[in-house]
């Protein structure tokens, strides 16, 4: 019996040894993994005005505009792609993204590409937005051009980022870009938003904008004035029904104002968790992702002749129901582009969580036509291509074209017969000039035709010129992998006799690192064996963990879905909010080590921000002073913390205010830093 006593004692301690062992490995893993993140966090490192400051340089040095011929544009996402009101054998495209799983690149290149001829070409020009994505563009209507406004920038690992509110025109006649100087108020810095016309207004509606706190989507309406270079915001009656916050949505021209269909956003919600000791469950707030599948019809009025100059148009949203045989499931990333008074939608994602960490997605290339007046879609579907002898057939059964046509031509040759003095005897052996069909001039280059829609993709770039629709580009995953699709396709919407193929090549792979999700795999396999070795564990506060680029960005941010204003779990502590002003604020206060305000940054939000460190500071000023904190109540200590900030606020007011004014000469929003943010692992823009 001692023995056996002696065995299973020297056993436990083999296994605590063991176990010890585990931990230490697991405690150094943890730490490489916070020094990898904090040296793969280019938060501080990289100051986002000095980039866009050296892209305006460098597009002041194309004295004119230019154009010149180029091979297709890499591959992009979330760029704009737009038929050329004035040419019919114009495609505007303009920015967009790349993100290879690593880096992200921005661009600000404008191409053109050419129909007829099968022929892109790059346009330089000194006055070109700066790089961007995610931003919206639309025709101006009875002002012709195409107008342009916001979207967004990030540095290439995505730490820091902001939004654009500047407004552009681009006159595709000459190619010059107009940045626009309008009166009075206009939107703020926002990306997803949509735009379209309607006679001589432009629409814009949604989006989202990325703050410091969270993602806030946007549900507010503005229209401009193309006459009176002035923008609008109507005010609507708080009982009228209007679209809930969202971005990505359909926004379709019509001939009484403009249709809006669908839509992404992230509302509130709140979950259960695992089991607390003690009982009960862990509960915590979400941003639970939300497909949108309403219908909104806004109706505008333009004001009366006799109306004073700069009288806003009268506005009302009007519900719908919901579209007749909508494509099931609901999906998001569907694109809409306008078709002689319908919207012709291509492709879309639809996600199932399976738990909290994993996501099924299904994407789509089906193709559907959604009547506007009805509210109805239709599917559309390829047809077969007619037999090429049935013209030649028909010809010699002397039908009445193929006669019509025999007679035109015996006409002529007699007539170049008489002008010439020859005997009608010899016209059979005379050539004459037919004449040649228009369509030929105006021809679609010859391009492999396929049978099938093309390749499953969301967020593809549509535009529709004459009948022709053209789809390029779009994001797919696989695993977790994500792919920006790099080609062009056109099909005739009125024959549907198959999908050309403009161009095509393969997708660049994926530079995203997969090691640390292997290893995290193996942290949870030992965790396991660690529970079944050990009865009584300790409960672990809740925690997802996430690999650091190692899938795609849209599901990253779908996974990261505690809202940084609540509180993640109700038995954990609250955590301290430190501060990551850029380097550029922390060494004009050396010697202030206190948090410092941010452009654009009211006194709340300030507080909010950073309400736990004026608290910390307050109250090792008071031990200083030999008073104890505890003598204070909760309320009093927050409202001398806040008078400590606000303070601060104000001594920094004149450097910051040099700051907006730089910011809102470049058309910048807020600066954003996600280092302080709870979903700092996705990076901005991947929303849909």
Request: proline share 5%; aromatic share 10%.
């Amino acid at each position: 019996m001692g023995k056996d006593k002696k065995s299973k004692d020297a056993a436990k301690k083999a296994l605590k040894a063991e176990k010890k062992q585990k931990q230490e490995k697991k405690g150094e893993k943890k730490e490489k993994n916070k020094a990898a993140k904090a040296n793969d966090s280019d938060a501080e490192d990289v100051d986002l005005d000095a980039v866009l400051a050296e892209y305006a340089k460098k597009q002041e040095q194309f004295l004119k505009v230019t154009e010149t011929s180029c091979e297709p544009p890499v591959a992009r996402s979330s760029s704009t792609l737009i038929a050329s009101p004035s040419n019919d054998n114009e495609l505007f495209l303009f920015g967009g993204e790349y993100f290879n799983g690593a880096l992200a690149t921005f661009f600000n290149d404008l191409y053109v590409y050419l129909i007829n001829k099968d022929e892109w070409r790059l346009i330089t020009s000194p006055n070109t937005p700066l790089p961007r994505s995610g931003h919206a563009w639309c025709r101006g209507g009875n002002a012709g051009g195409i107008y342009l406004f916001g979207g967004e920038f990030s540095s290439p690992k995505q730490g820091t980022f902001y939004h654009y509110n500047d407004f552009w025109r681009f006159e595709p006649s000459n190619r010059e870009w107009t940045r626009i100087e309008t009166k009075g108020k206009g939107p703020t810095a926002r990306s997803g938003h949509r735009m379209t016309y309607f006679k001589n207004y432009i629409i814009l509606f949604g989006g989202f904008q990325d703050t410091s706190q969270t993602t806030k989507y946007l549900a507010d309406l503005w229209i401009y004035d193309t006459q009176n270079f002035v923008w609008h915001n109507p005010v609507l009656p708080l009982a009228s029904l209007k679209p809930d916050a969202r971005s990505s949505f359909t926004f379709l021209p019509n001939e009484n104002g403009a249709a809006l269909y669908g839509g992404y956003s992230r509302v509130k919600a709140t979950v259960t968790g695992k089991q607390v000791k003690g009982g009960g469950s862990a509960q915590r707030n979400v941003l639970k992702p939300l497909v949108h599948e309403d219908c909104f019809f806004l109706r505008v009025a333009q004001p009366a002749a006799e109306s004073p100059l700069g009288t806003p148009p009268t506005v009302r949203w009007e519900r719908r129901k919901k579209p007749a045989n909508a494509p099931n499931p609901a999906r998001a990333g569907a694109t809409m582009a306008y078709h002689k008074g319908r919207g012709i939608l291509f492709g879309g994602v639809h996600d199932v969580e399976e738990s909290e960490e994993g996501i099924n997605s299904e994407f789509f290339n089906g193709l559907f036509a959604w009547n506007i007046e009805r509210n109805r879609f239709f599917p559309l579907s390829l047809r077969k291509p007619r037999a090429s002898q049935r013209k030649t057939q028909g010809n010699e059964r002397g039908g009445r074209r193929g006669r019509g046509q025999a007679n035109e031509e015996e006409l002529l040759r007699n007539l170049a017969a008489l002008q010439t003095g020859k005997s009608l005897a010899d016209v059979d052996d005379m050539e004459i000039d037919t004449p040649k069909d228009d369509d030929d001039e105006t021809k679609f280059p010859a391009k492999e035709v396929l049978m099938e829609f093309p390749h499953p993709r969301f967020n593809a770039q549509m535009t529709v010129q004459g009948d022709q629709l053209f789809i390029y580009g779009g994001t797919f995953e696989k695993g977790d992998r994500e792919y920006t699709l790099d080609e062009l396709y056109a099909l005739d919407l009125g024959k549907l006799d198959g999908v050309k193929q403009i161009f095509r090549r393969e997708v660049d792979n994926w530079l995203g690192s997969e090691d640390e999700e292997s290893d995290e795999e193996g942290d949870s396999e030992d965790e396991d064996d660690d529970d079944e070795e050990e009865e009584e564990e300790e409960d672990v506060p809740m925690t997802d963990a996430k690999p650091l680029h190692s899938e795609s960005k849209r599901k990253a941010k779908r996974k990261e879905l505690v809202d940084s204003d609540n509180i993640s779990t109700i038995t954990s502590p609250p955590e301290s909010v430190f501060d990551d002003t850029p380097d550029d604020a922390t060494k004009a206060t050396q010697e202030d080590d206190r948090p410092h305000p941010r452009p654009f940054e009211s006194r709340r939000d300030f507080f909010q921000r950073t309400g736990n460190e004026w608290q910390e500071l307050l109250m090792t000023g008071l031990r200083w002073k030999g008073i104890k904190p505890e003598t204070l109540s909760v309320k009093e200590i927050k409202t001398k913390a806040f008078e400590m900030s606000e303070e601060k606020w104000w001594d920094c007011r004149e450097e910051i205010t040099a700051l907006e004014d730089e910011q809102d000469a470049a058309g910048i929003g807020e600066v954003v830093t996600l280092a302080d943010r709870a979903e700092a692992s996705g990076g901005v823009g991947r929303r849909r």
